[in-house]
């Protein structure tokens, strides 16, 4: 990916919110990144159009899915520093609590780093990380630098 | 367009005619309901794309596609009980090869077993042949969930 290219050459490589501006997908979600040190915690801001069920109303179970899929992929770009965006090959959700109408955040952590493919788990949660809204674990296809 | 209250072939078994939000705004649209099996479509649109320099929709609009489809066919199966609530438990995507950029996906989704609590769901998400798929995904969902419960 260009952009990752481009961030490495002036060395901003870790600057993994101009990254995530360059995914059009992830912009369209309104997804941002917080680092603190090697700590990243993605952010969803609530906003209508991420509504799946508006009688609760509840976020929608696929932006759910969405969210912890990007919040995988940014961890391990930051941990792998891999110059491609990593190919998902599975992702299995477990759906937790049903997502209120507001701020949601991500954590991921690589469980196992092979030389071809990545274990990461994800958690999302709302006002409380202890009771996280939906979790994830999947395996993602990795081109080494 | 999926709002629209003249769609050729709607299946009455469906609720609305109108898709979540997030289904809007992903721009899906419902197809047809064949041999119990419900087809959505997803038109490519550049506010899809995950990588920029090859312009591949990302895989979490597959996912987003196939909960969304996943989620609706429940009631087309016999055992749907009208009026019934349901939350997704799980949903598990296997991605196959990435989607061809600048042409249409499809999902087609089969509520294949209804139990008195859970409904089973797998879907299929394919560009042009079924048989050769971008993804596929099964899910389950928890049928009847406490809104909807009689109080004791």
Redesign the interface.
């Known amino acids: ?3 990752l290219d481009e961030l490495r050459r002036e060395g901003r490589a870790d600057d993994m919110q101009s990254l995530v501006d ?8 309104g997804i941002r990144v917080d680092r603190k040190g090697t700590e990243i915690t993605t952010i969803l801001p609530f906003d ?7 009688t ?1 109303p509840a ?5 759910i ?3 912890l ?2 919040t995988a992929v940014i961890q391990l770009l930051y941990s792998t520093q891999c110059e491609r ?1 990593p ?9 937790l609590r ?1 997502g209120h109408p507001v701020d949601t955040y991500g954590r991921a952590t690589v469980t196992r780093q092979g030389r071809r493919v990545a274990n990461v788990q994800a958690e999302i949660w709302q006002e409380e990380k202890s009771k996280p809204i939906a979790a994830s674990h999947g395996h993602f296809l990795l081109t080494p630098v | 367009m999926s709002t629209d209250s003249n769609i050729e072939g709607w299946d009455e078994r469906l609720p609305t005619r109108q898709l979540p939000p997030h289904g809007q705004a992903l721009g899906i649209e419902y197809v047809k309901v064949e041999d119990g099996c419900l087809f959505l479509k997803v038109p490519y649109a550049e506010h899809l794309v995950g990588d920029p320099d090859t312009g591949i929709i990302h895989g979490g609009v597959i996912t987003a596609a196939m909960d969304n489809a996943s989620g609706w066919c429940t009631r087309l199966n016999s055992d749907f009980v009208e009026g019934q609530s349901m939350a997704t438990l799980d949903l598990r995507i296997d991605y196959m090869k990435p989607a061809t950029p600048h042409k249409d996906l499809m999902v087609r989704a089969e509520c294949y077993k209804m139990t008195r609590n859970i409904a089973f769901v797998r879907a299929t998400a394919f560009q042009e042949d079924l048989l050769d798929p971008v993804a596929t995904s099964v899910a389950s969902f928890m049928m009847g969930t406490p809104s909807e419960r009689k109080p004791a």
């Open positions: 990916m260009k952009i360059h995914i059009p997908y992830a912009r369209f979600l209508a159009k991420l509504i799946g069920n508006t609760l976020l929608h179970g696929g932006v899915g969405a969210f899929e990007l965006l190919k998902t090959v599975d992702v299995s959700v477990d759906y049903s």
